[in-house]
């Protein structure tokens, strides 16, 4: 794998953005950092000066704005993915005080910069699959382990009632897979599976609310996990992810169509990367935040990305925008009216550090 060239200017960058980040939402923050070992809050490790980067290749577009706001309740990785419902950030499961299998549900307001705590969903566990469907959210499948052990239980989440019950399992155990609604159905697409190697699948399935079923699709060119995935156009676009681990990050994007259920290749990710967050405002994919590396025998040697790039589906080009100013990965993320909240994740390579930074972009 080639690690894309550093861009580190800690005393210029790193150390503001930190400062911004422990006064979030206008509260003083002590605890914006946790160690998933042992208890109590840490600063930022100074291994992130050189792990972040956040030059891209791709040409420069509006740069838009970041600004900070209310930081999450607890510091979590590994959520995978948020959800937007009723105009609300909703963020369940992951990594959080010294467990990978929380079962935590907050949701954020942005009208009140305000996070309040949800019914907790039912099975806890990190990586989950969550995906929204009018006024409920779906929960699929996840890791019971670091980042392992996959289950295949199902819930979906009643944003009226505040309630949780289960439908129909997954056809097969997975984590780390993506959820995406179209045409009021939604597709489970790629993951990680069962067994000691935790190999990546290219499994898409799709639910039927109605009939509580799910059906077999034509499976993701390239098996991978840890992907960007989103719905645009009465199209599904998966970008980028892994291939097993994080040291054989990709840049493929391909799309489905259900129509034809057929895949198709797109423009690839200017930037190779996995558990980053995409997310669509005004007709393009902003994909940001990932992690990537190389495993050695002493030990995981990487990036943290802080790239915003973005994806034109009608010119089929890339362009990016301004930075994260606090680089993360396996964080939650969803657009609400045109912007782009971003809450949680590891700041370092792997999940040994959760994170209640939340920071909204703001499209030019």
């Not at 291994?47 to 577009?61: K, L």
């Not at 990586?127 to 289950?151: D, F, K, S």
């Amino acid at each position: 794998m080639t690690i894309a060239r550093r861009t580190v200017l800690f005393s210029a960058f790193a150390a503001p953005a930190i400062a911004r980040a422990q006064a979030q939402g206008g509260h003083a923050h002590h605890d914006m950092f946790h160690s998933l070992r042992t208890p109590g809050a840490i600063p930022l490790p100074p291994i992130t000066a050189e792990q972040w980067v956040t030059e891209s290749p791709a040409p420069a577009g509006p740069p838009g704005r970041w600004e900070a706001r209310a930081p999450l309740p607890v510091p979590r990785s590994e959520m995978a993915w948020g959800v937007a419902m009723g105009g609300r950030l909703h963020i369940i499961g992951g990594y959080g005080n010294q467990r990978v299998d929380r079962n935590y549900h907050h949701a954020y307001d942005p009208r009140t910069d305000r996070w309040e705590e949800r019914a907790p969903v039912p099975r806890g566990a990190n990586h989950i699959a969550v995906v929204t469907l009018g006024e409920t959210i779906y929960a699929l499948g996840g890791m019971l382990e670091q980042n392992r052990t996959p289950h295949g239980e199902a819930f979906v989440y009643d944003g009226r009632t505040d309630r949780w019950r289960a439908i129909a399992p997954l056809p097969r155990p997975r984590g780390a897979g993506a959820a995406v609604e179209l045409g009021g159905k939604i597709h489970h697409i790629g993951g990680a599976g069962e067994g000691a190697d935790r190999a990546s699948v290219g499994w898409h399935e799709v639910y039927d609310p109605a009939a509580d079923r799910w059906e077999p699709r034509r499976p993701l060119p390239g098996a991978r996990d840890h992907t960007g995935t989103v719905a645009l156009g009465g199209l599904i676009h998966v970008i980028g992810g892994r291939f097993n681990d994080f040291s054989q990050n990709t840049a493929l994007h391909h799309v489905y169509d259900p129509a034809t259920d057929r895949w198709s290749l797109r423009a690839p990710l200017p930037t190779p990367r996995s558990g980053q967050g995409a997310a669509v405002v005004d007709g393009r994919i902003y994909v940001f935040g990932g992690e990537g590396g190389v495993i050695t025998p002493q030990g995981a040697q990487g990036n943290v990305f802080g790239q915003m790039e973005s994806y034109d589906p009608a010119t089929d080009t890339w362009q990016h925008h301004a930075p994260m100013p606090t680089p993360r990965h396996g964080l939650g993320a969803a657009a609400i009216d045109g912007r782009i909240y971003v809450a949680g994740g590891g700041p370092i390579l792997g999940g040994s550090v959760q994170s209640a930074v939340h920071e909204v972009f703001i499209p030019a």
